[in-house]
């Protein structure tokens, strides 16, 4: 039992949770937070107007926060260790950041372990676009056929900055290919992900360029089957944003991508990331 209301979105992915700000940070109610977040994969909290101080309180409750450092922009909220997400950035590699979420990704595959959960607060809500999508990675893979399960076991993929920017520039300069692969080098993970607790998840999205020991062309094809394959309506939830909404995300079983949107739309979220526990690992 829980100390809050909890409505399933779909069968496959996320649930709405029904309480109160001042709720969030009291005995247990972290606890059961990160229960639901497992179960269901992505939490909504309609509404719930928290502040920032509770949005980082309740990143320490449910893990360790990891702070914004390389998306540090200054701002008040970059302070407790936030990220504020928004069009208007000055600097070239934070317009880079923030045009890049407009593809499927997992946070964190430049590391061997990635994030454990993504917190999302809106302070304004776009205008017009600028919706968040997930799509369930655990159940995607559960969802394909054996045969196909066993051809996938095994596999490496490569994963860059690289290949995300590629999407944005088709001629890149060498001085940026230099300042991506600074902050976020070639680096390998396994393509099928086997979870500690018995689950299974593939680890694909933006930042995958290919498959290690593979014609590229091949690679690239294979990424993309499984992309669309884990994409598919049944397995994803688009969020349309309202001022004061709460997501949090099982960021190592997801994708999640934002859909376009211009400066110009106002959208503003916060966000906090919960420091990862577990390795990528076959």
Request: aromatic share 8%; glycine share 8%.
């Amino acid at each position: 039992m829980t100390s809050f209301r909890t409505e399933p979105i779909s069968d496959e992915i996320g649930a709405r949770i029904f309480t109160s700000a001042d709720h969030l940070l009291a005995e247990q109610v972290p606890e059961q937070i990160m229960q639901c977040l497992n179960r269901y994969g992505v939490l909504l909290f309609p509404q719930i107007s928290a502040s920032d101080e509770t949005l980082a309180a309740l990143s320490n409750r449910l893990g360790d926060m990891e702070a914004a450092r390389v998306t540090a922009d200054g701002s008040a909220a970059n302070k407790l260790g936030l990220y504020r997400i928004s069009a208007d950035k000055q600097d070239k590699a934070q317009q880079e950041y923030v045009a890049g979420n407009n593809f499927w990704h997992m946070d964190g595959t430049s590391y061997r372990i990635p994030g454990k959960a993504t917190m999302l607060k809106c302070e304004s809500p776009p205008a017009e676009g600028g919706e968040t999508e997930f799509a369930n990675l655990f159940a995607a893979y559960d969802a394909l056929p054996e045969e196909r399960k066993r051809a996938l076991d095994g596999l490496i993929v490569v994963h860059s900055m690289h290949a995300v920017m590629s999407k944005l520039y088709a001629e890149p300069l060498q001085e940026d290919i230099d300042r991506w692969n600074a902050v976020f080098p070639p680096n390998e993970h396994p393509l099928v992900w086997s979870h500690l607790d018995g689950r299974r998840s593939l680890v694909i999205g933006s930042t995958a360029a290919g498959i290690a020991g593979w014609d590229e062309a091949e690679g690239r094809a294979l990424l993309e089957e499984l992309l669309d394959w884990c994409t598919q309506a049944r397995f994803t939830y688009q969020h349309v944003w309202q001022k004061g909404d709460m997501v949090i995300f099982n960021n190592p079983g997801l994708l999640h991508r934002s859909r376009p949107y211009d400066e110009a739309s106002g959208r503003v979220l916060h966000r906090a990331t919960v420091k990862g526990v577990e390795a990528i690992r076959a």
